[in-house]
């Protein structure tokens, strides 16, 4: 069997939750030949893991990049006409029917060209600039436009690797090449989400200073009618826990852009075609023998140095709880690398507050040689789907404190002593302070969390969901039927395009 994994600005030139999730997928899989279909914001970059050996090919997409169109007979302006009804659809609230819309636009064709060139598309364009646009240049709309087009036509021009079925890891273009290559190939779609993709993208572009309104209405209704697309036309979507499988039954697109009036629901997956499969661990690697390093209290943060960990609100926190504990040390565990301006000012915070000799940034390391001795591990993040490091820490008897984010209500079971709002240093320095000063409370806390652990968040038996999946849903003719070849010669399939 060949699995095509979809993934869009992750793995493998990512490090962090999502790309560790299909590190581990794939190696826990070695009877799955896998192809990874990658979409970049860049050519060349580096590889941050070393595929395992079932990864038989790696075809990287660069979506700033122009495709080279194939020869052969093709309709550019027929397949501008269908895009283009498609696109009349979609802004009236209605879903395109997927098959005809692919039909007329096989893989390796761009309109990055025909779309400027058309009359009916500059038609669309200036009905558009003038309808959402109006007291602004007709050249800043056009070039909002372009952007955001230009991106789709680079991914539907991509020419989809050979495979019995496509996984892509979210919506938005790697799950619109994912759906390509179900109506073009001909095989089964399953989509997984670690968070919410279009919600995520919105809140990203929300926050961005020099989107200007209508530029970030546009930006928006496009990922919310990929992510609709995606949803009701996969054969199955995974979610990691109920509260995100309801948002993908019930995704939201507004039309009000359109005369309608207000939010039309409805337009996600089908109930029966959502389950929920959350994330797991390895609970034995993470067991690890529990000891004391000093007379002190330690309490870590495990992650990348980046904003969306918000290591600054650690540091806060950090400082109030000294104020009140002075026994207490720090601890960021966690690559620095992938951000230098933010972990240079999270350093310069650190100073500010006269903090270096009690809370230090330790880089990339074997973080279970910091279980060992931790007494309470921080998340701060203001967003996050599952986070995986709370169930670490479970399974090495560490408490945890943490933000409000994806669903660590539901972990955490609701208990507001160790739950805070988003950026609440004051909310977060209360938690550590409750967990170290009620050692005895917590030891049954951590017996409590581990059990837990162990019933239901077991790696090895989710990642066996995923290739029940698989088995489940690829034809019986598979891709990669016939004679296997030797580990020499997939060596040499394994390339980037």
Not at 201 to 206: C, G, L, N
């Amino acid at each position: 069997m060949r699995v095509c994994l979809v993934i869009e600005g992750s793995y493998p030139y990512i490090t962090g939750g999502v790309s560790s999730w299909v590190h581990e997928l794939i190696a826990g899989l070695a009877d799955i030949e896998f192809v990874l279909f990658t979409f970049s914001p860049m050519a060349d970059q580096k590889l941050r893991y070393e595929l395992p050996p079932n990864v038989v090919e790696h075809r990287d997409v660069v979506l700033s990049k122009f495709p080279e169109s194939i020869k052969g007979k093709f309709s550019a302006r027929a397949a501008l006409k269908a895009v283009l009804g498609a696109h009349g659809r979609m802004f009236a609230g209605e879903t395109p029917d997927a098959a005809s819309f692919f039909s007329c636009l096989p893989e390796g064709r761009g309109l990055h060209r025909i779309a400027t060139l058309d009359s009916g598309a500059w038609k669309i364009i200036a009905a558009q600039n003038t309808r959402r646009n109006p007291l602004y240049p007709f050249a800043d709309y056009y070039w909002a436009w372009r952007s955001a087009h230009d991106l789709l036509f680079t991914t539907l021009a991509a020419k989809a690797p050979e495979a019995d079925l496509y996984h892509s890891l979210s919506t938005g273009f790697a799950g619109l090449a994912a759906l390509a290559a179900k109506q073009r190939h001909g095989k089964p779609f399953l989509l997984t989400e670690h968070g919410l993709y279009h919600k995520e993208r919105e809140i990203e572009i929300r926050k961005a200073s020099f989107v200007r309104g209508y530029q970030r209405d546009m930006w928006i209704r496009l990922y919310n009618r990929l992510a609709s697309l995606c949803y009701r036309n996969a054969d199955l979507c995974t979610s990691l826990f109920e509260e995100n499988r309801r948002k993908q039954i019930e995704i939201e697109v507004s039309t009000r852009a359109v005369g309608a009036g207000g939010v039309r629901r409805g337009l996600g997956a089908a109930e029966e075609k959502t389950i929920v499969i959350p994330n797991g661990i390895d609970v034995a690697r993470f067991s690890v023998t529990r000891e004391r390093r000093d007379e002190n209290l330690h309490v870590g943060f495990v992650g990348r140095v980046v904003p969306i960990k918000d290591v600054k609100t650690f540091i806060v926190a950090a400082k109030l709880v000294l104020d009140r504990e002075p026994r207490a040390r720090f601890h960021i565990v966690g690559p620095d690398d992938e951000d230098p301006k933010y972990a240079r000012e999270c350093r310069e915070l650190t100073a500010g507050f006269r903090l270096e000799d009690r809370l230090f940034f330790t880089g990339r390391k074997d973080v279970r040689e910091y279980y060992r001795f931790l007494d309470c591990l921080v998340l701060t993040s203001v967003r996050e789907a599952q986070p995986l490091v709370i169930l670490e820490a479970w399974a090495a008897g560490i408490p945890v404190v943490s933000t409000d984010v994806g669903n660590v209500s539901e972990l955490l079971e609701g208990d507001r002593r160790f739950i805070a709002p988003v950026k609440d240093a004051d909310g977060i320095a209360e938690g550590i302070l409750y967990i170290l000063s009620h050692p005895d409370e917590m030891a049954a806390l951590n017996e409590r969390n581990k059990k837990k652990v162990i019933a239901r968040y077991e790696k090895k038996d989710l990642l066996l969901r995923y290739g029940e999946l698989y088995r489940r849903f690829a034809p019986k003719e598979s891709a990669a039927a016939g004679e296997k070849p030797s580990r020499k010669a997939r060596s040499r399939r394994v390339k980037r395009v």
